[in-house]
T-cell receptor, first 114, second 114 residues
Framework: DTGVSQDPRHKITKRGQNVTFRCDPI?????LYWYRQTLGQGPEFLTY????????KSRLLSDRFSAERPKGSFSTLEIQRTEQGDSAMYLC????????????FGSGTRLTVV | AQKITQTQPGMFVQEKEAVTLDCTYD???????LFWYKQPSSGEMIFLIY??????QNATEGRYSLNFQKARKSANLVISASQLGDSAMYFC???????????FGKGNQVVVIP
């Protein structure tokens, strides 16, 4: 296993379109996190899964955002009716609950809404 | 309230010199972990070093060391013998034991010059 994979690396979409990103965590990691990073800022927490259960969502995650982790493996983050303010880097991370300091991040998906 | 503060402007450092990146944090949780990540222009967040709040000794990982001053709520990163590949954004982050997420600072830009 080579780490956390995110797909696509880059996405350009028109305002109002829906987009979906995928994250494949390290296989033995049961926790999966989504973060959003805008230009000049540090990553901000969006949501977190333990296995297939979504245990926490940030207030940043509006109704247009939905995340899933079917079967506790890969995760998807969907943004509906994209807005220009959604332009950001979307980062996925995974960890083992018992070694919770060991967060591994993916390379991110950079979204540009035009 | 900002939990992690990184206020230094962008820094230029001569190759082979040491550089210190400042980080202060705010928490009332007695149990927490502090992290430093490196983010090159490719976007991936690379884990560098971890310090637990109960750790008696400062963490070290190769050329990275963390100057942990608990009473001052300070967790500065020291990079010794800078290399050109160290040019990147550096983020300080904290995980409080009661929360399942990392809170990041705004980052420090480091440019290593030959």
């Amino acid at each position: 296993d080579t780490g956390v994979s995110q797909d696509p690396r880059h996405k350009i979409t028109k305002r109002g379109q829906n987009v979906t990103f995928r994250c494949d965590p390290i296989s033995e990691h049961n926790r999966l996190y989504w973060y959003r990073q805008t230009l000049g800022q540090g990553p901000e927490f969006l949501t977190y899964f333990q296995n297939e259960a979504q245990l926490e969502k940030s207030r940043l995650l509006s109704d247009r955002f939905s995340a899933e982790r079917p079967k506790g493996s890969f995760s998807t983050l969907e943004i509906q009716r994209t807005e220009q303010g959604d332009s950001a880097m979307y980062l996925c991370a995974s960890s083992l609950a018992v070694m919770d300091y060991g967060y591994t991040f993916g390379s991110g998906t950079r979204l540009t809404v035009v | 309230a900002q939990k992690i503060t990184q206020t230094q402007p962008g820094m230029f450092v001569q190759e082979k010199e040491a550089v210190t990146l400042d980080c202060t944090y705010d928490t009332s949780d007695p149990s927490y972990g502090l992290f430093w990540y490196k983010q090159p222009s490719s976007g991936e967040m690379i884990f560098l070093i971890y310090q637990g709040s109960y750790d008696q000794q400062n963490a070290t990982e190769g050329r990275y060391s963390l100057n942990f001053q608990k009473a001052r709520k300070s967790a500065n990163l020291v990079i010794s013998a800078s290399q050109l590949g160290d040019s990147a954004m550096y983020f300080c982050a904290m995980r409080e034991s009661r929360l399942n997420r990392l809170a990041f600072g705004k980052g420090n830009q480091v440019v290593v010059i030959p």
